[in-house]
């Protein structure tokens, strides 16, 4: 790590990266079944994803998390590993199966003893740690017993989040419920591409509002017991919907995506209520969000930090590629249009000025909310030498070009104080299984050797001068 990155951003992104207060918070982040491994030990419950990848076609190549990068057992040097990076805070997830392994009742003590020491090393090397509660790894009892669609893993949700405030709160100052609600409702239940694999839309509407509620009951439960000022938040993942035309179709078609995507999650946190254009859709479709009295103001309780996961932008249309603006059960077409941009191996298309607009857009409409990005990053099929080291230009100049987007953003009025990159290291993505790397650090999936790229030392770089100045 002694390498110097030879990269050379363009100077207006290096210009604008200069341009980032010497206060902003720098990390990287991973998740907890994407990383650990160790998937049935120290007491670790099933959750949907061990499921899910033992069902047959659901994962490429039938990868799997069981080993993943072994972090459970290597854990003191990868946070060797974070602090060799230069980082001022780590974001990583716990897995709930680890810590009540059938979703409820009292806390798993290996379990949760896993996570004292993880923090406890953190400390240790003068890095924050910030934790996530819910990064997907529901327990599969809970699935069992109806998921997310049903009301009560909201109130599970928020007692599991309790056992692991009241263990970690007097060393971990930030906090995010939930990872991505909008991948747990819509990929987990509509789309089936995702834990637990369910295709059924009222069902992912239900657990769009149970998400939220969970999220809502567990912040109100944090913030009473918590003995230290703590800072509380959530994270979605967004991105900037345009138009594909002018035409009202494809407006239309925008709205519906902003509005599934971005306004049905933000404005009953920040706002107090769904967007009624939403509301106003689905029940054109005969689907109603299950609200209960009294939930609206759980969901609304302040919260202190919006994390912000950036990966893409997208043109929308209102006009699939046959020409129909009904799909087979007569819904409105909503489909996506290429802008000619570079894509990254996930095929997401290269928006950086997305980035920005998304951020000056959120600043704008729900004014007062400091955000911190909690997620950026690319996959690209990186080539690593004999020794493991890859040169991922692709990757950096991506990290460079997202990094400098938030500081337009910035300049342009966006109170967006942090910054992380995903990934550490390569990890399990999910239903592309090993296939996919994201991370700053290569792992080689044989010996499970880390080898930082040149973007981790393009990164490390990159925060030093930043603190400099
Ligand atoms: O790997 C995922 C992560 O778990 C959630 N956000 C998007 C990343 C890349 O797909």
């Not at 993943?68 to 980082?87: E, N, Q, T, W």
């Not at 035409?247 to 946190?269: K, W």
């Amino acid at each position: 790590m002694d390498t110097t990155a030879a990269v050379v951003e363009p100077a207006a992104e290096a210009d604008l990266i200069a341009s980032l207060p010497a206060d902003f918070r720098w990390g990287v982040a991973t998740s907890a079944y994407q990383i650990e491994g160790a998937y049935d030990q120290d007491g670790r419950g099933p959750s949907i994803w061990d499921t899910y990848c033992r069902t047959p076609g659901m994962v490429e190549g039938g990868d799997n998390g069981d080993v993943a990068c072994d972090h459970y057992h290597r854990m003191p040097a990868d946070v060797a590993l974070i602090k060799s990076l230069g980082v001022d805070v780590y974001r990583f997830s716990v897995a709930w199966p680890r810590v009540q392994p059938g979703g409820r009742g009292p806390a798993n003590p290996l379990g949760l003893g896993f996570y004292d020491r993880l923090v406890d090393e953190l400390l240790g090397k003068g890095v924050d740690p910030w934790v996530t509660l819910y990064h997907w790894d529901l327990p599969q009892e809970l699935e069992d017993a109806g998921g997310w669609p049903a009301r009560d893993t909201a109130y599970r949700f928020a007692d599991y989040a309790m056992l692991v405030f009241d263990a970690l709160q007097d060393r971990v100052r930030t906090w995010t419920t939930l990872n991505e609600p909008w991948c747990s409702a819509m990929l987990g239940y509509h789309e089936g591409r995702q834990a637990p694999g369910r295709q059924d839309f009222p069902a992912a509407m239900e657990a769009v509002h149970h998400l939220l509620l969970g999220h809502g009951l567990a912040v109100r439960r944090m913030r009473a017991a918590a003995s230290t000022p703590v800072e509380l938040g959530i994270t979605l993942n967004m991105g900037t919907s345009m138009p594909a035309t002018q035409s009202t179709a494809d407006q239309e078609a925008t709205r519906r995506a902003d509005g599934l995507g971005v306004r049905i999650y933000l404005d009953p946190l920040l706002r107090g209520q769904y967007p009624g254009d939403i509301v106003d859709d689905l029940s054109v479709r005969g689907v109603k969000l299950p609200v209960v009295d009294g939930d609206l103001q759980i969901i609304g309780e302040p919260i202190d930090v919006l994390g912000v996961n950036y990966y893409s932008s997208h043109l929308v249309s209102g006009v699939d590629s046959a020409g129909r603006t009904e799909d087979a059960e007569g819904n409105p077409v909503q489909s996506t249009v290429r802008m000619g941009r570079p894509v990254t191996a996930m095929d997401w298309e290269i928006v950086p000025e997305g980035f920005t607009d998304l951020l000056v857009r959120l600043s704008r409409d729900y004014p007062g909310m400091p955000m911190v990005i909690t997620e950026n990053g690319a996959a690209f099929d990186d080539e690593a030498d004999p020794s493991g080291y890859v040169a991922d230009v692709d990757r950096t100049a991506y990290l460079s070009a997202h990094i400098a987007a938030v500081a337009a953003a910035r300049a342009r009025g966006a109170d967006v104080r942090g910054y992380f990159a995903w990934s550490l290291m390569d990890n399990f993505e999910w239903s592309y299984g090993y296939a996919k790397r994201f991370g700053l650090v290569h792992v080689d999936y044989e010996t499970l050797v880390r080898t930082p790229k040149q973007s981790a030392l393009w990164y490390r770089d990159t925060i030093r001068r930043a603190r400099a100045h």
